[in-house]
């Protein structure tokens, strides 16, 4: 054998040692660090329909906290001070609470309690479930009752500040699990269609439920997908949850504007590539 050959093989096993070496740091950082990341994304949202009393409203929204799998409570804590740092007016969480995976004991229950409880909103905190919920259904709304969310499934509630106009809150349970209930949801003796509308809908499909409706809420807060938790540059992205398309944080059309959340935990393996856990914070702006 030459010297020449015997180079090359060394050279082959420093090449070949390097790349095992980057997949063990990037297996490291898929499973070990960026699932305990937290960011905030900042939108702000300006429509001339939004009632001017509620200019410069704070709206924070988190989803997909899938409790017990990658999220433990000190995640959960992490995600509560940072959500009381932004001084929100309401707070949002659009499903998800609990992984279907796993049965927490009472313990986590009433951990998960008091630090849901101990989020603060200046107005009104709002919840609807999503389909992992309904592992455990009644569960997950005693928790997010205690925590002192006020639960829309199905439901509507006219949130008023200092001025005769409100905000429309309305919500609806799980489209996956046929939980929806859009009669339901929009049932009022009053007149909805002048009201600025925000509809709370775990899964981001609500948009295509409401394309043939004559009905447009102004807003679609939604989650579920995660945002495909391996995320790559122009637009690839892998393991989303599924029963959906929706990998992008904003849809628009000339009625709606929908905002995906890509949430707290992860789904079925706990891991996250260039999407970190994130909470949304959002600025309303009368103009």
Known sequence: MTEETNEKKHSYKKILFFLLFLILLLGIYLYFIEPHLLVVKEYAIIDNQIPYSFHGIKIVEFSDLFYGKSTDDKMVEKVVQKINELNPDIVLFTGDLISSEIHINEENEENLKKNLKDIHANLKKYAVLGDQDYTDKMRCINILENAEFTLLNNKNDALYFEDSEPILFIGTTSLLENEANFQEALASTEDLSSYYKIWLSHEPILWEELESSPFKPNLIFS???????????????????????????????ENTKMYVSH?????????????????SLYRLYQY
């Open 223 to 253: 989650g579920h997908t995660l945002g495909g938790l391996i995320s790559f540059p122009f637009g690839i992205s892998l393991l989303h949850q599924p029963g959906d398309a929706y990998k992008n944080d904003f849809y628009e059309n």
């Open 263 to 279: 949430g707290i935990g992860t789904y079925k393996y706990p891991v996250r590539f260039l999407n970190p856990p994130s909470i």
